[in-house]
């Protein structure tokens, strides 16, 4: 008997190990709830770490995976993650359909990873539906937090130089309303005023350290964003990281030139299965290349991830910023009258000087909240409800030089500002996926409440010394003591602006047809402020549409596109008289509008390797205020810029270990009707910036197994000339363009990596302005540790 059972002992064991080491071949077909094909979705055997894709008819094969119960994990740009246990049984062959559900609209990258490790295929904020980019008509580049950890970035200004046809015109001044800085796009100034698709203003530098990428949309964008915070040329769009499900995060320290010292924390921790926080936080110090002038803060940004049911997330965003900076005065050229300098010549010795003393700093605390509730109506249609709240302080000196027009004087004029920004944002979008007939409807319908208050209780400007250019004399005093008692008895007041905007719009994307889409959109938005009070008319009202063709010759590869779009400014009221000067009253206004079409072809190749965008774009801006040239005391409207050029991008991974993205950019814009004495009819606007822009940066990682980890990087911007003043009435003062040369040396683990980065490797000296000259970075070294866990 005992022999008997020893026997059927080890025939059960020898079967069990058969089937144990028995493979098959699987195969099948990647779905969605409508029983459409979804291509290019990653399928993953976690016992394994087996992975295909998904070809254009959705369909997949394993051709050898072990029998009996396996998890899999499907992953598919616009779909929700799906994780799935599935058991296998022979004898040869097993056919499965995976099944997805389209993705609820969160403010996320896509999860997964690829080894183009710096392109972003989708990001639901850009067209507030969660569309490929393939599949979207506008043009955006994505600039994620790989890129930025590879090339040690600690400012957001070396962040963005990442971005197609993207300059800086100024630095962060710090001071109240606008004091981030300002860059140029398309032909127009801008600043990064949206944070998760929602305003989140600041009035200092911006801290990279709870960014998962920076989005930079291209284009008027009135119908979806509104025009209050973005700009004609588009609008920059901070996407932060979010909370997961598993324990985990990284540490990181930067030691660099001019005294810098960096420290980073990025803690991820899962409560429970429903619940999750993360908290990204950075500590900064560092001097300016000039003789004074200082930048530290202190960033800390929770957030928290709660899952209620199947159907409900809420995910809570915090930032608490603290910093404080002492910047050299920017030199403002004369602006109403005859250029008293022809170059830079003049200006070259002052290059490390800074004008300032780090007694005179700025103080720019900001805070910023949003919460979202995301909730599965059913499996067509979802909710997201976003409240978003933020408040941006100003507290200290700023000041600046302005040219005398005499040849060889600047006077610094100085405040002691104290202002404060404050934000409210609500909104609503409903977000689904239909069919009428066999036409595919993805839509997001949505409403929008935007509030903002403005305060200010700053002193008055004084003029605190001059800067004479021949002999670099500065008879300004830079204590707080001397300048404070310049100050006593000046004020600009108590002032409070208040802005409202409420908005509805809706967005439709049609499938006539798998390869041929078609976006309708349109915004009503209406807007009202404090001088509206003065007028008979209580608001200001307005439409935006969008319209955009999509078609894929080669399905989910390449798309030729095609878009018209609109963006508007409303105006507030403004004062006006009669000839003599009489009749004194508020006149009121009608929105500028601004009308962009743009064509071109966007690719997504071998697997996701060769991502490129090449477009050609003209805006005409019309409806512009401009003085009236039968009555100095009036203004009209009529003035138009036209700005128009070409853009190509590129994110490549060509080979393995190697990735790149790169940028060029053409703008030519001009005033094509204004009053002719202003001085602006035929010129190039002086926020356009430069005409002719290049953006690379290369990384070559070793894969050779000796020397993995190992890796190098190279890149750089080169910049056409720029008119930083050029007008009729003072003629034109012109910035040389330049090239400027970045490189890294690199070692990574998955457990740490170490980064040597220097950066402008040939130490060249180049200047950013808009009517001003300001010097730019010279030569730094940086080295930076990470550890992750």
């Known amino acids: 008997m005992v022999r008997l059972q020893n026997l059927v002992g080890i025939i059960c064991l020898f079967f069990a190990s058969a089937a144990f080491g028995q493979t098959i071949k699987m195969e099948g077909f990647v779905k969605n709830t409508d029983g459409e094909v979804v291509a290019n979705a990653s399928i993953k055997c976690q016992g394994t770490n087996a992975m295909v894709k998904s070809d254009e008819r959705g369909y997949y094969v394993f051709e050898s995976i072990p029998i009996g119960q396996q998890l899999f994990q499907v992953i598919a740009s616009g779909y929700e993650s799906l994780e799935i246990t599935v058991k296998l049984v022979g004898p040869e062959k097993f056919n499965y359909t995976f099944s997805l559900s389209p993705r609820m609209l969160e403010i996320i990258d896509v999860v997964g990873k690829s080894e183009n490790r710096f392109y972003r295929d989708s990001n639901a904020t850009i067209g507030k539906l969660p569309l490929k980019n393939l599949e979207n008509p506008q043009v955006y580049n994505s600039i994620p937090k790989e890129l930025l950890k590879e090339q040690v970035v600690t400012d957001f200004n070396d962040a963005m130089k990442n971005a197609t046809g993207v300059s800086r015109l100024w630095e962060s001044t710090g001071r109240g309303g606008d004091g981030a800085e300002y860059y140029s796009m398309r032909g127009f100034s801008v600043q990064p005023t949206m944070v998760n698709g929602v305003p989140g203003l600041n009035n200092g530098a911006i801290d990279p350290a709870n960014v998962e990428s920076i989005d930079v949309i291209k284009g008027p964008s009135g119908t979806l964003f509104g025009s209050s915070v973005i700009s004609y040329g588009g609008l920059i769009n901070v996407t932060t990281k979010k909370p997961y499900e598993r324990l985990g995060g990284n540490v990181g320290y930067v030691l660099g030139s001019n005294g810098q010292n960096r420290l980073t924390g990025d803690l991820n921790i899962p409560l429970n299965n429903k619940t999750s926080v993360r908290i990204n936080t950075a500590y900064a110090d560092q001097n300016s290349f000039q003789d004074a002038g200082f930048r530290k803060s202190f960033y800390f940004a929770p957030s928290f991830k709660l899952k209620a049911s199947e159907k409900l997330t809420f995910l809570i965003n915090t930032e608490f910023q603290n910093a404080q900076a002492a910047n050299a005065p920017m030199l403002f050229l004369n602006r109403y009258g005859p250029l008293s300098y022809s170059s830079l010549a003049p200006f070259e010795k002052f290059y490390k000087r800074s004008f300032t003393s780090n007694d005179l700093a700025i103080k720019n605390p900001n805070f910023n909240l949003q919460g979202q509730a995301l909730y599965k109506i059913n499996k067509r249609w979802s909710s997201q409800t976003i409240v978003s709240s933020s408040t941006s302080k100003s507290s ?355 457990s740490y990596s170490v980064i040597l980065k220097m950066n402008n490797l040939l130490n060249t000296r180049y200047y950013a302005g808009w009517s001003t000259i300001t010097a730019q970075q010279l030569r730094t070294v940086s080295l930076g540790f990470n550890y992750n866990f």
């Open 396 to 750: 200290g000196y700023y000041h600046y030089f302005w040219d005398a027009g005499d040849g060889n004087t600047f006077g610094r004029f100085i405040s002691k500002r104290n202002g404060e920004t404050q934000t409210v944002d609500l909104q609503q979008n409903f977000i689904g996926e239909f069919k009428i007939g066999e036409i595919r409807n993805r839509v997001v319908v949505g409403l929008d409440y935007y509030e903002a208050n403005v305060l200010n209780s700053s002193t008055g400007w004084v003029l605190n010394g001059q800067l004479t250019v021949n002999d670099g004399m500065d008879s300004g005093n830079l204590t707080q003591i001397g300048v404070d008692s310049l100050l006593v008895g000046t004020s600009e007041g108590v002032s409070k602006a208040r802005t409202q905007v409420a908005s509805a719009y809706i967005s439709d994307v049609v499938n006539i047809t798998p390869k041929l889409a078609a976006m309708v959109s349109i915004r009503f938005d209406n807007f009202r402020n404090d001088a509206f009070a003065a007028t008979s008319e209580k608001s200001q009202s307005s439409f935006s549409p969008k319209f955009g063709l999509v078609y894929q010759p080669i399905l989910d590869k390449v798309s030729i596109f095609a878009n018209y779009m609109n963006g508007f400014v409303n105006q507030a009221p403004t004062q006006v008289a009669d000839v003599d000067g009489s009749n004194v009253r508020m006149q009121a206004l009608n929105p500028e509008q601004a009308n962009q079409y743009e064509f071109g072809v966007k690719t997504n190749l071998w697997s996701e390797r060769i991502a490129l965008t090449a477009s050609y774009y003209n805006i005409l801006v019309s409806n512009k205020v401009m003085s009236d040239p039968n009555n100095l005391n009036g203004v009209i409207q009529g003035g138009k810029v036209e700005s128009k050029g070409i853009e190509i991008s590129l994110v490549a991974n060509p080979i393995k270990g190697l990735n790149l993205i790169a940028g060029f950019s053409d703008n030519q814009s001009k005033v094509v009707e204004d009053n002719p004495a202003n001085g602006y009819l035929g010129l190039r606007p002086e926020e356009a910036g430069p005409a002719q822009l290049i953006n690379f940066w290369v990384n070559y990682s070793l894969p050779f197994t000796k020397l993995k980890g190992l890796g190098i990087g190279f890149g750089g911007n080169v910049s056409s000339k720029h008119m930083t003043l050029h007008r009729a009435v003072t003629g034109t003062f012109t910035l040389p363009g330049y090239e400027v040369f970045n490189a890294a040396l690199s070692y990574r683990t998955n």
